[in-house]
């Protein structure tokens, strides 16, 4: 129990670390994603206005007939496809990436590339 008391403040903290920073330097929107065991998912939220501008995840249903499991990389670069389309139509070139508390590999990193492929800058 206290193991996991001690791994859960490290990556809060980790997590705080990372959104200030993000907050505290950046102009643009911030692009903030999540992820679980079975699904992805990804937001752009205006920090200045407090509103979220555009979202996507694997439970759209546009994106729930494309991929089979929501929780593997092909998922998480749909979701970044899908989040860069969508935040290009609402006039949306640049954001900061907000990883939270998540190593930049594996959904993280397909998420950021489809993204950037798609015409966001990161």
Not at 13 to 18: A, C, D, G, I, L
Not at 26 to 41: D, E, G, I, M
Not at 70 to 91: H, P, Y
């Amino acid at each position: 129990m206290r193991q996991e008391k001690r791994i859960n403040k490290q990556r809060q903290r980790r997590q705080f670390r990372v959104r200030n920073r993000i907050k505290r330097d950046s102009t643009r929107p911030r692009l903030a994603v999540f992820r679980s065991q079975k699904h992805v998912y990804a937001q752009i939220i205006d920090d200045l206005a407090g509103r979220t501008l555009v979202s996507a995840s694997t439970l759209d249903k546009e994106l729930r007939g494309q991929v089979p499991l929501g929780g593997n990389k092909d998922a998480a670069a749909a979701v970044g496809k899908a989040i860069a389309g969508r935040a290009l139509e609402a006039g949306i070139k640049e954001v900061a990436m907000d990883r939270r508390e998540y190593k930049y590999h594996g959904r993280i990193a397909a998420l950021a590339d489809a993204a950037r492929e798609a015409g966001l800058v990161l």
